[in-house]
């Protein structure tokens, strides 16, 4: 059961005589009514000073909808209807839909028609995905094999006659049986030598790069994915690609968390401890710049993937699909920006169940300063970053300014009071009165500060606000940037 759409389009001569454009819509009409061998009804038309359309009903509740721009001497054709089941049809397969297209073009004498094969919605499972790009995919799903919603996505495997078996997440491809060539461009398969090396893999809750990563006999491999359901289903569905490494969550030779991997980042970075490779399997790098909240997870994943590097040490990762130049360009400047000195390369790999060539990023650590972030990962990422840039430059000044002015420090002054008071009350000597007249003297004092000023307000003088304004004009200046891009 679905409702089916079938388009079609014609190009005839453009003609600005309202009883020729008319006619060819009445036209169109009677071939529909014909292929559907039934009488169809009018039901209504609207009239610009571009275009001319009419609307019609027909069998079976279906409806279909002709619209003429006769400026340009388009006519275009939408047909609707509900299918029960094949047999229920109005168009039983795409050979009926063409023979359709022919008779109308034909009848209108147009110089060219086209159409599609019926668009299938509302479909429990829909068969459409998306490149990278935005292309329009269709699936020929056998059986949904495996489904649930995660806290974190929806996970869904199905069988296809194409691929093998295909994990699906949130709607997008993940990886099908046949997609090995992914996995070996990802970890750079007979180039890079694994051999005693400590690994590490953030995602990759699929199995099958940990599964062929082991096959190099490296020292140790440790693989941290969030979503528990996603390894469960692989587990079950996805054995050509995973094998049997996820029956197991540790041995002598791996060892999977299932948790957030900017955690265990965070852990590994604070223990100091190395890894000769880590493996950034994660989301899909963002087409656009404007997806602030992907970019920063991406940004802080490789940033402290590449701390926890050695010299040499390596940072591999997929991209996106080769027809998103923007997203692969956002990536490189954002690398730029990190601070961090890399050496930059890249791969291509056609995967069969994506549909498209992917692009698959080599980092390696290089010797020199690692700095803070900045430069082009600012304009990457927007006006947010650069102000909190900003922010940590006026609070570097804060305390010179403070040593500056001792006189304005009245707020300083509270606070070393207020320290010399609680180490008063945690003396046993200490009695309640000394307390008292401490907490008078300290009123007094700052009674006589009547010229005093904190040092936040220092920074709020003429001249400070001087200084503040023009970094903020920089920020204005990289987000106009931005937007013009």
């Not at 300063?369 to 909190?388: P, Q």
Request: aromatic share 8%; net charge negative; charged share 30%.
């Amino acid at each position: 059961m679905s409702i089916e759409t079938v388009l079609m389009d014609f190009h005839v001569v453009p003609c600005l005589d309202e009883l020729v454009y008319v006619r060819d819509v009445a036209t169109v009409a009677t071939c529909v009514a014909e292929a559907l061998r039934q009488d169809c009804l009018e039901q209504g038309c609207i009239s610009s000073a571009f275009s001319y359309s009419a609307i019609y009903s027909g069998p079976k509740d279906c409806m279909f909808t002709i619209k003429h721009y006769f400026r340009e001497g388009l006519i275009t054709l939408s047909l609707e209807y509900f299918k029960i089941n094949h047999e229920d049809a109005l168009l039983y397969n795409y050979n009926h839909v063409e023979q359709l297209e022919m008779m109308i073009t034909r009848a209108l004498d147009a110089g060219k028609g086209s159409s599609l094969p019926a668009i299938q919605r509302c479909l429990p499972r829909s068969p459409y995905l998306r490149t990278s790009d935005d292309r329009l995919l269709q699936m020929a799903w056998k059986k949904l094999l495996f489904s649930e919603r995660t806290p974190y996505q929806l996970v869904e495997i199905y069988s296809t006659l194409d691929f093998g078996n295909v994990l699906v997440l949130d709607g997008f491809t993940n990886l099908a049986e046949s997609d090995l060539v992914y996995t070996h461009s990802l970890m750079c398969k007979g180039v890079q030598d694994y051999a005693k090396k400590d690994l590490l893999i953030l995602g990759g809750g699929d199995g099958a790069l940990l599964h062929e990563l082991l096959k190099e006999e490296p020292k140790f491999v440790t693989m941290v994915d969030i979503d528990e359901a996603v390894m469960r289903a692989c587990k079950e569905h996805l054995r050509s690609a995973c094998g049997d490494v996820l029956d197991k969550f540790e041995t002598e030779k791996y060892k999977i968390i299932a948790d957030d991997a900017l955690k265990w980042l965070a852990t590994y970075k604070e223990e100091g401890r190395q890894f000769d490779v880590i493996f950034g399997d994660l989301t899909d790098i963002p087409v656009h710049g404007n997806d602030t909240s992907t970019w920063n997870f991406v940004r802080t994943v490789v940033r402290t993937s590449l701390l926890l590097l050695p010299i040499g040490g390596k940072y591999f990762t997929h991209i996106n699909g080769i027809n998103s130049p923007s997203s692969i360009s956002l990536f490189e400047k954002m690398v730029e920006g990190l601070g961090v000195p890399v050496e930059i390369a890249t791969t291509e790999a056609h995967v069969p169940s994506f549909m498209e060539k992917w692009v698959f990023y080599q980092l390696t650590r290089k010797e020199g300063e690692v700095k803070e972030e900045g430069g082009e990962e600012l304009k990457v990422n927007g006006v947010k970053e650069e102000a909190t840039t900003a922010e940590k430059k006026e609070d570097a000044k804060q305390p010179e300014e403070a040593k500056e002015a001792p006189k304005s420090d009245g707020k300083e002054s509270e606070k070393s009071e207020q320290k010399k008071d609680e180490k008063k009350e945690e003396s046993k000597a200490a009695s309640k009165e000394d307390k008292k007249k401490t907490e008078k003297k300290e009123e007094k004092k700052e009674e006589k500060k009547t010229g005093a000023k904190g040092s936040k307000e220092a920074l709020e003088s003429p001249t400070k606000e001087k200084g503040l304004t023009k970094e903020k004009s920089n920020v204005d200046k990289k987000g106009g940037t931005k937007k013009a891009k």
